[in-house]
């Protein structure tokens, strides 16, 4: 093997680093993103143990609450399908002149050697091969879907019943009740590539208003295996010059399916995987990103950090020949509260609808009225 195809990756001393942030005073952390992203890389790095270095680098902070912190990596350590690796500290220090390489950051142990070379950036050896009949067993395979979730059963009062079973259908939407035979359990959503291979699938839990359900963190159920964009099966099956949208989430991609089916709507499952590594089997495609809105504001563009971040990867990405946009219609409208609750496309193409359901209420209770009315 070349010596430039191996890395040498050094046990951490995350301690040392945390004590040298907070004797330097450095806020690495200086919004309430950043500071939730270094509760998760420190609980990625070194779980239950990685906590008093956390604390000790938030406190630089000024709004500083132990309180807060405290429960802020308590969702760090359950939330396994939003994991941070250790490049966003490296990434994080470096800008104040920190590196994590430095012989002072390791601890006594013998290096890992990491292949690095393109052919084995992912190794295929230890990815888990999902039977397909795994997949079929949660399927709706024509099965009424009443009942079975409540964010699909909103769907179901709020969008015409056959779309809403055709997207379920087009985007391989799985069931755990089917499983469990708890009515209400969690949706499955399947992540197949182009060529339809089953990759990978998150468990979802929401609430009767369609929100997730915070109390039950999502799920990765193949940890061991990569991941792939939600509803990237579908490339094949849409027209070449449909342009694909992007959104973060697989429930946002789902919804925005059934109220914008002029759009390929796909939905990389986080903030972070919005980046040209992720993307790299729509490098032919027209691809419009759609980011949530958050209160927090990058301090150079002033808005929303989430918006920051995908246009400037966009940004990067254009000059090397990709036909990528953001849409910023959102940005610009959103209100304070809607900012509080970072909401995105699909949160306001359901308060649409359900403004639309509503108003067709009203419309058949006049109609019986009148009729009773008339009968008198």
Known sequence: MRPSCRKFVYPLDLDRIARDVSSRRIDIAPTRLAWERLAQCCATIKGEQGRDAFHLMAA???????????????RALRQTGRAVSIGYLAWALKRHGIDINHHRYRKAGK?????????????????????????LNTLANQRSLLGLNPLTDLLLRLFPQSRVIKAVERYYVGFNAFNTRKTGDALIYWQLDASKKIINAKKMYYKSD??????????????GNPQ????????????????VAIVESEKSALI???????????????????????LEPLRQRLIIGFPDVDIQRDKQSGVSTSCALWGKTAKLMRLKGWRIIIDSQLER?????QRMDKIDVADIALDNAKQQHYKSLLRVHADETDETNKTN
């Open 60 to 74: 630089v902070w000024p709004d500083y609450n132990r309180h807060d912190s405290e429960l802020c990596y308590n």
């Open 111 to 135: 290096p890992q050697i990491v292949k690095t070379n393109k052919t084995n950036q992912q190794n295929t050896s230890t990815m888990k091969k999902i039977p397909l009949n795994t997949m």
């Open 210 to 223: 369609g929100h997730r359900d915070k109390k039950l963190p999502p799920m990765v159920m193949y940890p």
């Open 228 to 243: 792939c964009l939600f509803g990237l099966h579908l490339l094949t099956e849409a027209d070449p010059d449909t342009p």
């Open 256 to 278: 925005m399916s059934i109220a914008r089916p002029e759009y390929l709507w796909m939905a990389c499952g986080s903030l972070n995987n919005f980046n040209e590594k992720f």
């Open 333 to 337: 409208t959103a209100n304070t509260s």
